[in-house]
């Protein structure tokens, strides 16, 4: 797997909505798909395109400033219902590399790390603050420090973010998940012989 | 558990690994780049239920008739990877072809104490029989297929206790309506749930799947309940549950697995059973609810900016009226089924309160059984009957109108009562808008064309 960069810049697209469900982040109707690619042109499919199916002027993804955007500032509980990785696929195949709320779904976190895709939780002080900050300023850098756990605003204010060292250690060397369980397949071997 | 190395996460065993069609695909891909093989096909098994029709011209194959060219493609995979990797397929002509968690409790695949997974956030349902079962993510697909192995932290425990009785008309879907409620969508997060008391206790296996099914909704990976007499009862007998000797040594180790009495929870909350009403959503989580008395909320009366915008967002989605009462407002489609409300138990009683009644024309009703077994039930109880009599149709098994993924779906601006467990944007059909409810509650609406209060009938 490709690694994560120790940090990276970018402007922030915002999403205010709290509790934004895996079927806003890309509907069922797209998960009829067999492979990975392509998603991210169904990313939020029903908020992003009108009636007729052409893009909705209006909705912040539509905006030329934020067609390179890497980063989404999205409201609580972002990620919540269905497994569907679809979400983090489409997510990232726009070109999102984090995503900053004050919490995420279980299940939605766990894909998300696994796609390279960060979950970064902020307090929600620092949140409302990025929220004023970034809504409608798409010139405006967010730095996200892997390494250092940092999220660095525009202007310096910075606040601390937690990640378990383990998903922290796949990302910033490109080790995934899967490779690791394949090193344990003796022990898991002997697990099976024992039980 | 195989083990946890230092900072790192524990490495779980899966003891069942469930698939679809959906979820799966990309996994084996991944699989076949890799090199890699099933390291436990006797442990995976398969079914066809998100992306199949409900249609049939008489015969299982017929179903594919209506199948959209990507559905197909879906399934025809499915059935390919099922066929190369040597994993057991309840496949389109299988009389047991259902909804996933339907048939794993139905063919005894699910047992106390054991770990199952499926790429499928609903797996929380088997969590009803002692075992800790979560949804999954389709790259975690491809590490238990690989490895039957998945990486996990340990989650912490919330006690749900309910205490009492649940009354005439209330049913197990409003009380796990009235919890996410309580407790909201994110209140599960991290943590499994484990319900305890007498109102729960007393559930059969079809109510306690319905309660842990949706604890995904609360934002818990799992729910369970301990086994019991009823657990082990519903499980003798069925096709892929312990037998003879083995049976008995299953027992003395179920018995076993209950927690303690004094039992330390992370967290815990108290429900009395007895003062629940039925439940119906208003909005586009969940969490927003009400009995079916109730009112619409005033965003007015709510405190905190992201709350009020998420309720005025949903009222604008769902084109309702802060304060309109619930009751009385035109429905255009009921749909009966899925893994939360598609069992014999839920069609018993939709089927009870529609029984000599007409759903008014302009209303349309959708009943799909959960799996084959299910549909052959009810048909032998003369159920179908019931509901086409009543004008309804009666479908063939799969998640059909749950997710919208095979053509059964509500038209934008639509209101639809229905006992699945998602009222999302969009969730039965673009623009279209989902009120979650009871079976019974559903039954009341399709006689009515209106939400109605099931008590009225009672």
Not at chain 2, 103 to 122: A, F, K
Not at chain 2, 275 to 289: D, H, R, S, Y
Not at chain 2, 417 to 427: A, I, L, Q, Y
Not at chain 2, 433 to 444: C, D, Q, V
Request: negative net charge.
């Amino acid at each position: 797997m490709e690694r994560f960069p120790e940090k990276f810049a970018s402007n922030v697209a915002v999403l205010p909505a709290g509790n934004i469900d895996t079927d806003q982040i890309i509907p069922a109707r797209f998960l009829k798909a067999t492979d990975k690619v392509g998603l991210g042109g169904n990313l939020f499919a029903d908020w992003r395109y009108l009636e007729d199916g052409s893009p909705d002027p209006k909705f912040v993804l539509n905006r030329p400033e934020y067609r390179t955007a890497q980063i989404l500032l999205a409201g609580d509980n972002f990620g919540s219902g269905s497994s569907r990785e679809h979400a983090p696929w489409a997510l990232v195949g726009f070109g999102f590399k984090a995503v900053i709320s004050t919490s995420f779904a279980d299940i939605f976190r766990g894909n998300a790390l696994k796609n390279r895709l960060l979950p970064v939780v902020v307090t929600r002080g620092f949140h409302a603050f990025l929220n004023e900050q970034y809504l409608n300023s798409p010139r405006k850098q967010l730095e996200i420090d892997l390494t250092r756990q940092k999220v660095v605003a525009s202007g310096g204010r910075s606040e601390e973010f937690h990640i378990d060292p383990f998903s922290k250690t796949c990302l910033l060397t490109g080790v995934d998940e899967l490779g690791y369980l394949l090193n344990l397949q003796d022990r898991i071997a002997l697990f099976e012989r024992a039980n | 558990m195989v083990c946890q190395d230092s900072g790192a996460p524990a490495v779980l065993y899966v003891d069942l690994h469930l698939l679809h069609e959906v979820t799966s695909p990309q996994a084996f891909t991944e699989l076949r780049s890799r090199g890699l093989t099933v390291r436990r096909p006797d442990r995976s098994f398969a079914t066809i239920d998100h992306s199949l029709p409900t249609l049939s011209n008489g015969t299982p194959e017929s179903r594919l008739q209506f199948a959209d060219e990507l559905s197909l493609r879906q399934i025809r995979k499915m059935e390919e990877n099922c066929r190369e990797y040597g994993i057991s397929l309840v496949g389109i002509d299988s009389p047991e072809q259902g909804i996933i968690h339907v048939i794993g409790p139905e063919l005894g695949l699910t047992q106390p104490g054991s770990t199952i997974v499926c790429g499928d956030s609903h797996t929380a349902t088997h969590g009803a029989f002692g075992a800790l079962a979560f949804g999954i993510g389709t790259s975690e697909v491809g590490h238990v297929l690989a490895t039957q192995c998945l990486l996990q932290m340990e989650p912490k425990t919330f006690q749900i206790r309910v205490d009492g009785r649940l009354e005439k008309g209330v049913s197990a879907k409003d009380l796990i309506l009235a919890l996410i409620n309580q407790i909201g969508v994110g209140g599960g997060t991290g943590f499994v749930l484990e319900y305890t008391g007498e109102a729960v206790g007393s559930m059969s296996m079809d109510e306690r799947m319905t309660v842990c099914n949706m604890s995904i909704e609360a934002g818990a990976r799992a729910g369970m309940i301990a086994p019991d007499e009823t657990t082990f009862d519903y499980l003798a007998g069925r096709k892929f549950a312990p037998s003879g000797a083995d049976w008995e040594k299953s027992l003395a180790r179920w018995r076993g697995l209950p927690a303690d009495e004094n039992a330390v929870y992370d967290r815990s909350i108290t429900l009395n059973a007895a003062l629940l009403e039925p439940m119906i959503t208003f909005g586009t989580n969940p969490g927003m609810a009400v009995s079916v008395t109730g009112q619409v909320p005033d965003p007015a009366n709510v405190d905190g900016l992201e709350e009020r915008a998420a309720l005025e967002r949903s009222l604008a989605y769902m084109g309702l009226t802060p304060g309109a009462v619930m009751a009385g407002h035109p429905v255009d489609v009921v749909f009966i089924g899925s893994c939360t409300n598609g069992r014999l138990s839920d069609l018993r009683q939709a089927s009870s309160l529609i029984k000599g009644r007409r759903i008014p024309a302009g209303v349309r009703v959708l009943v799909v059984p959960g799996s084959g077994q299910v549909k052959r039930q009810a048909e032998a109880e003369g159920l179908h009957r019931i509901f086409v009599e009543a004008g309804a149709e009666w479908r063939e098994p799969g998640c059909s109108m749950c997710i919208a993924m095979n053509g059964d779906q509500i038209e934008p601006g639509q209101f639809a009562v229905s006992t699945t467990n998602r009222n999302f944007e969009g969730r039965q059909g673009k623009g279209g808008r989902t009120f979650l409810a009871s079976p019974l509650t559903a039954a009341a609406a399709a006689v009515t064309g209106r939400v109605t209060d099931p008590r009225e009938f009672m």
